[in-house]
C-alpha cells in the first residue's frame, strides 16, 4: 500500500514501514528479555554465595 | 556518576532541524525504530569505560580480597549506575544537546529515543544497579553508588550546569566517586585512600573539561551552558586550567606516600605530571580559545590557534589512564 506523505512529499510505504517497527520492537523486547535473564541468573548466583559465604565456620 | 564531559562522543554530523528539537516529546518515525544500539550510547559507553577502569582500581586497590564474582558484580552495578546517570542526564539534556554539535547525534537529542524513553530506561537501570550493589556486596557501596547518581543528576545536571560557571568544578565530584565505591565495595569502608583517589579525579576534572571547552565555547555559548570560557573568557579559564594543574599534580604524587602505586605508579605520576605542567603551562601562554570556534567535525581536528587545548585535552585522559593504569597494575600483581 503505497500513498504519499504530504509532508516531505514522498512515498510513503505503510506495510514496509509497520513491519520495520514491528521488527526494532522486536529486537528491543529480545533485549529486554535477555537483560531480565542475566539479572535472574546473576541474583541467583551472589545468593549462593552469600548463602555459602554464610554456613561457612567463622574463625 | 560522571560528570566528565563525553569526551570522544563524536555524533554523525547532520544539519540542525526545527524537528530536532520537538522529537524529544513524541513517538517519531526515528523512535518507532529505536535499536537495542541506541538505547546503549545512552548509557555513554565511553565514558562508563573510564568509570569502570577507575571502580575497578578502586576495588583491586583495597587490602581485602573479595570473591571474583561479587567483585563482577560490583563492577557491574558501578557500570549501570554510570551508565543510568548517563541516560538520565541525555534525557534531561535532550534539547540543549540538539543545539551543539558536539552532542545533536545522541540518542534523546537526535529523536532516536524520546525522552520519556530515556527517563524509564535510566531510571530503571539506576534502581536496578543500587539494589543489585545493596543485595550482592554492601550497604555503604550501595548508598555511594545511589548519592552519585542523584548527585549527577539532580545536583549538577539540574541544578548547578546552568547556573554557574563552576559547574564542572563541583559537578566533578560525581565522576571522582567510582574509585571510593570500588574500594567500599572491596571492604565496606572508605579510608583517606580511597578519598585520595577521590581527590586525584575531582582535581583532575576542571583542567581537562575546561581544555575541551576553549574549543567548544561557542557551542556552550549557544545552548546557554556557563562554562568557564563561555562566563569569564578564555585567558581567564587558561589561568584556572593552570592553577588546577599545579594543585592536582603533587596531590596525584601523594598516593606514593601511601605505599599504593610502587615504583611504576611514582614514574607515572612524576614524568606524567611534569608532562602536564609543561602542557599546561604551554596551554596558558597560547591564545587558545580567544576565538572560539564551536567545534569541527571531530573533538580532536580544531584550528591551529586551539591546538594547545586539544592536545591538553587528549593528554589528561592519557595520563589519568596511565596513573590508574600504574595502581590497578601494581596491585593485580604484588597483591
Known amino acids: ?59 | 556518576v560522571n560528570a566528565i564531559p563525553d569526551m570522544t562522543d563524536t555524533p554523525p554530523l547532520e544539519p540542525l532541524s526545527s524537528d530536532s528539537k520537538t522529537s524529544t516529546s513524541a513517538y517519531s518515525e526515528k523512535a518507532l525504530r529505536a535499536s537495542p544500539a541506541d538505547y546503549f550510547q545512552l548509557l555513554k559507553p565511553r565514558v562508563m569505560s573510564l568509570v569502570v577502569f577507575t571502580g575497578l582500581t578502586g576495588l583491586v586497590v583495597a587490602p581485602v580480597d573479595i570473591n571474583p564474582f561479587l567483585a563482577f558484580v560490583a563492577v557491574l552495578c558501578i557500570a549501570l549506575g554510570a551508565g543510568a546517570a548517563g541516560a538520565l542526564n541525555m534525557a534531561l539534556e535532550g534539547e540543549t544537546d540538539a543545539l551543539m554539535r558536539r552532542t545533536r547525534g545522541r540518542p534523546v537529542a537526535s529523536g532516536r529515543v524520546t525522552k520519556s524513553d530515556a527517563l524509564g530506561f535510566g531510571g530503571i537501570l539506576a534502581f536496578l544497579s543500587v539494589v543489585m550493589m545493596w543485595l550482592a556486596i554492601n550497604n555503604l557501596a550501595a548508598g555511594l553508588l545511589a548519592l552519585t547518581i542523584l548527585y549527577y543528576v539532580v545536583f549538577y545536571t539540574l541544578i548547578l550546569k546552568r547556573r554557574t560557571p563552576l559547574n564542572i568544578v563541583i559537578g566533578g565530584a560525581a565522576g571522582a566517586f567510582p574509585p571510593v565505591i570500588g574500594w567500599a565495595a572491596a571492604t565496606g569502608q572508605a579510608p583517606i585512600e580511597a578519598w585520595l583517589l577521590f581527590a586525584i579525579i575531582f582535581l583532575w576534572t576542571p583542567p581537562h573539561s575546561w581544555a575541551l571547552a576553549l574549543y567548544t565555547a561557542d557551542d556552550y555559548a549557544k545552548a546557554g551552558i556557563p562554562m568557564m570560557p563561555v562566563a569569564k573568557g578564555a585567558k581567564s579559564t587558561r589561568l584556572q586550567i593552570l592553577l588546577y594543574s599545579l594543585i592536582m599534580v603533587p596531590v596525584a604524587c601523594v598516593p606514593i606516600a601511601f605505599n599504593m602505586g610502587g615504583l611504576p605508579y611514582m614514574i607515572v605520576s612524576g614524568i606524567g605530571g611534569i608532562g602536564f605542567l609543561a602542557m599546561a603551562v604551554r596551554l596558558f601562554m597560547s591564545k587558545a580559545g580567544d576565538h572560539p570556534e564551536g567545534g569541527e567535525n571531530s573533538l580532536y581536528d580544531v584550528k591551529r590557534e586551539a591546538l594547545w587545548a586539544r592536545n591538553l585535552f587528549a593528554y589528561s585522559i592519557l595520563y589519568l589512564t596511565a596513573l590508574f593504569a600504574a595502581l590497578l597494575l601494581h596491585h593485580a600483581f604484588t597483591g
Request: charge should be positive.
Open chain 1, 1 to 59: 500500500m503505497t500513498m504519499t506523505d504530504p509532508k516531505l512529499n514522498k512515498p510513503l510505504d505503510i506495510l514496509s514501514d509497520k513491519a520495520a517497527y514491528l521488527a526494532a520492537q522486536k529486537r528491543r523486547n529480545l533485549f529486554i528479555a535477555l537483560g531480565l535473564f542475566g539479572f535472574v541468573v546473576m541474583v541467583f548466583l551472589v545468593s549462593i554465595i552469600r548463602m555459602a559465604e554464610a554456613s561457612r565456620p567463622q574463625g
